[in-house]
Structure formats: structure tokens, C-alpha cells
């Protein structure tokens, strides 16, 4: 079993930015793929982005491409998702995931192995 535990929400302005964090409970994520979603209320919890075990390659959902930058610590056992050039539309729940395949192509959640807890994300204008 591997335990993720997600920092790093709150509230910001439209513009500004925030770095989540996802750190494993134990070294058990170095193989593992990484990924981060997001649920709004009433909306389905959807792909924002993945990175490899190996962080050589990374995925990005279009509306983030540009603004998000995922990033990874294996000798930290963490996973890091860098907002920049937040919107109202970025408010969400935002979840960690780790995927024992090892790849960054996964975007459905089901092919994902275990989940941390989430941290909300509030963004205002």
C-alpha cells in the first residue's frame, strides 16, 4: 500500500501561483507513474497531468499545457504540480495519484493505483 499526502492548496487570486506537493508515506514511489487531477463540484474528476517513474517524460491535459509544470524528487519521494497564471475555471480538489505501470500516459483515473486525500485549490477574481 502507498500512502500519498497532498499540500500546498488555498486561496489565490486570478494570476497568481501555487506548487502542490505529493509525498509518498515511504521510498515505495520510485517505479511508480504520477499523476494530478482535479474535481470541481458537480464535475467528474479529470487529468491535469503525469510524469514517467524516470521524469523523462511528462503529460499535460490542453488546458494546462503552458501555465502547469509537473515535476518529481524520487530521493524525496515526492511529486510537485507548479500553477502558474491561475483562473476561477483551476478551482478544484486536486489529487495525486500513483500508477504502478510507471508512465505519464495514463489519463483515466481508474488506471491508477492508489490516490492521496486532496487539497483544495481555490482560486477568486
Known amino acids: 500500500q502507498v500512502q500519498l499526502v497532498e499540500s500546498g492548496g488555498g486561496l489565490v487570486q486570478a494570476g497568481g501561483s501555487l506548487r502542490l506537493s505529493c509525498a509518498a508515506a515511504?521510498?515505495?514511489?520510485?517505479?511508480?507513474?504520477m499523476g494530478w487531477f482535479r474535481q470541481a463540484p458537480g464535475k467528474e474528476r479529470e487529468f491535469v497531468a503525469a510524469?514517467?517513474?524516470?521524469?523523462?517524460?511528462?503529460n499535460y491535459a490542453d488546458s494546462v499545457k503552458g501555465r502547469f509544470t509537473i515535476s518529481r524528487d524520487n530521493a524525496q519521494n515526492t511529486v510537485y504540480l507548479q500553477m502558474n497564471s491561475l483562473q476561477p475555471e483551476d478551482t478544484a480538489v486536486y489529487y495525486c495519484?500513483?500508477?504502478?505501470?510507471?508512465?505519464?500516459?495514463?489519463?483515466?483515473?481508474?488506471?491508477?493505483?492508489?490516490w492521496g486525500q486532496g487539497t483544495q485549490v481555490t482560486v477568486f477574481s
Open positions: 515511504r521510498r515505495t514511489n520510485s517505479y511508480y507513474g
Open positions: 510524469i514517467s517513474w524516470s521524469a523523462q517524460s511528462t
Open positions: 495519484a500513483a500508477t504502478k505501470a510507471g508512465t505519464d500516459s495514463y489519463t483515466t483515473p481508474t488506471l491508477y493505483d492508489y
